[in-house]
């Protein structure tokens, strides 16, 4: 009885847990069997910034010089503290809401899927996660992965892509997972306002594997998702070509844009296994790519990740 009792409060627990929580945590057991602990970096006690007291701060850690100045109560954080943690977004724009087959999920719903398993997979090997631009510190721990997952369901669209410059540690690290289809110049101005501070990060591109090969045939009328109207091809098939050299220029711009500012790419398509490209962004982190790394452009319908370091 006993048992029977226990097996449904636990079933009544998981029931309240969000769907996509489950199914991160899942993606990250699954990578964290065959995975060791990243490196960590940083300068050891040295003064990064003071932030604000959140509920669930340790009070033993509150520097009370500096909450005497103000109304609030104020953390000290060191630089030890800074670099075990990861800022962490994915792209909610319209146009990630979109996949070319039914069994397949949108873009936006893996990107959702791959941040919460690599924010589950960082918190048990003890790291700090938050969302960039949530305007919350980084925290450890499950309930950290609940507020996470409960953003992340409860988010809209965003109405525009990129998120703004925030300030970040030096040895902080940043992860941004989408599509990356914006203009080249828009993606440079974000990574050139984070190397500035010299704060470095990952790209994750996520693609439907129809926006690789336009598998279209015919006469083929494309709507826009964010405004940009309607286009009407008579046979998709003798632009085919042109499109995928087109895109292929745009990824090798990524690749040269990542290495020229010290960031990492790697690239997943939505008909792969998710945990693979959680592998990647993982090996990412753990500096298993060194600076200057270049990995060639290869078939990505046999392999869906490639990684481009600096």
């Known amino acids: 009885m006993v048992v029977l009792r226990s097996r449904h409060e636990a079933e009544a627990l998981a029931a309240r847990l969000p769907p996509l929580l489950v199914q991160a945590e899942r993606v990250a057991a699954t990578v964290a069997q065959g995975v060791h602990g990243r490196r960590r970096v940083g300068s050891g006690d040295s003064f990064w910034q003071f932030r604000a007291y959140v509920p669930g701060d340790p009070v033993a850690r509150i520097d009370w010089r500096e909450t005497a ?92 892509g990129l998120p703004a410059v925030e300030p970040v540690p030096r040895h902080g690290s940043i992860v941004l997972i989408g599509d990356l289809l914006m203009p080249l110049e828009e993606l440079h101005a974000l990574l050139a306002g984070f190397a500035a501070a010299g704060v470095r990060g990952h790209l994750l591109q996520v693609l439907d594997p129809a926006e690789e090969s336009l598998p279209f045939e015919g006469r083929v009328r494309f709507e826009g998702l964010e405004r940009e109207g309607a286009l009407l091809i008579a046979r998709v098939d003798t632009v085919r070509e042109e499109y995928q050299a087109r895109l292929a220029a745009h990824q090798d711009g990524l690749a040269a844009l990542a290495r020229g500012h010290g960031w990492s790419l790697a690239r997943h398509r939505t008909d792969q296994p998710p945990h693979r490209a959680l592998l990647a962004l993982y090996g990412m982190l753990s500096g298993g790519l060194p600076p200057g790394h270049d990995v060639q452009r290869h078939d990505m319908q046999r392999r869906d990740i490639q990684q481009t370091g600096t």
């Open 69 to 160: 100045k103000s109304e609030r109560a104020y953390i000290r954080e060191n630089e030890w503290e800074a670099a075990q943690s990861v800022w962490l977004w994915h792209d909610r724009s319209p146009s990630m809401n979109w996949r070319s087959e039914r069994n397949l999920p949108t873009k936006g719903a893996r990107a959702s899927l791959l941040l919460l398993a690599l924010a589950a997979l960082l918190v048990r090997g003890g790291e700090r996660v938050t969302l960039l631009g949530s305007g919350l510190p980084p925290a450890h721990g499950r309930a950290v992965l609940d507020r996470l997952a409960l953003t992340i369901e409860r988010a809209g669209e965003a109405v525009t």
